[in-house]
């Protein structure tokens, strides 16, 4: 039994481990918002996502040959992806959640990574999927779910988006006060690496709806 037991196998236990962890601190995080006041939207769709996450898992373990050859700088980039992974959950701290979590009169959060993206957890998530199965030589694989993983997270993209529309502002953290959504403005405020004055901005989306969209996910 154990000739089916090799190095692909052991990758697939651990990403199954590492994301278990990640799962229970995401549960963790989101009774927190909603104990705070948040709600989740779009809720029917997790499971559409957490399915995906399992069968790319499973498909390495079962689908990858025990014996299939290392390619170690592809090992080493995937292990390289996974600082930022954990810089994206870092820089969302108590918000950071698989689910679609919006909380009234929240601040963007703009620092790390998401100074640049709007969704670097997914971009992280992406070549994730590619990556690791190429690390084993899997070349058909890895095409394969992230084919499929990118039309799961395009879609749920598209969820959150709705949750929050005009939520992202490159290199910049709207900070939005109960008395500027009334007069339907927002305060835009630079880094503090480069802040100078605060920037006001007509803002219609955030008068229509002051929540913040704070998925991150996988």
Request: aromatic content about 12%; some cysteine; hydrophobic content about 45%.
């Amino acid at each position: 039994m154990l000739d089916f037991i090799g190095t692909p196998q052991l990758a697939a236990f651990l990403v199954l481990l590492q994301r278990g962890v990640e799962e229970l601190y995401s549960a963790y995080n989101t009774r927190g918002l909603i104990a705070a006041g948040a709600r989740e939207a779009s809720s029917a769709y997790y499971p559409v996502v957490a399915a995906t996450h399992l069968t790319w898992i499973a498909s390495l373990g079962f689908l990858v040959p025990s014996e299939a050859p290392i390619i170690w700088p592809l090992l080493g980039y995937y292990l390289a992806l996974q600082v930022v992974r954990y810089w994206v959950i870092a820089s969302l701290g108590r918000f950071w959640t698989h689910r679609i979590i919006t909380l009234p009169e929240a601040p963007i959060i703009a620092r790390g990574p998401y100074r640049y993206l709007h969704h670097p957890n997914y971009a992280v998530t992406i070549v994730e999927t590619l990556v690791l199965p190429l690390a084993f030589g899997a070349l058909a694989l890895g095409l394969i779910m992230t084919a499929l993983w990118w039309t799961v997270l395009d879609y749920k993209m598209k969820l959150e988006d709705e949750a929050h529309p005009g939520s992202w502002v490159p290199g910049l953290r709207r900070v939005a006060q109960p008395s500027d959504l009334k007069r339907g403005r927002c305060v835009l405020r630079e880094p503090q690496s480069r802040q100078r004055r605060p920037r006001v901005l007509p803002c219609p989306p955030c008068s229509s709806l002051p929540f913040l969209q704070l998925s991150s996910s996988n």
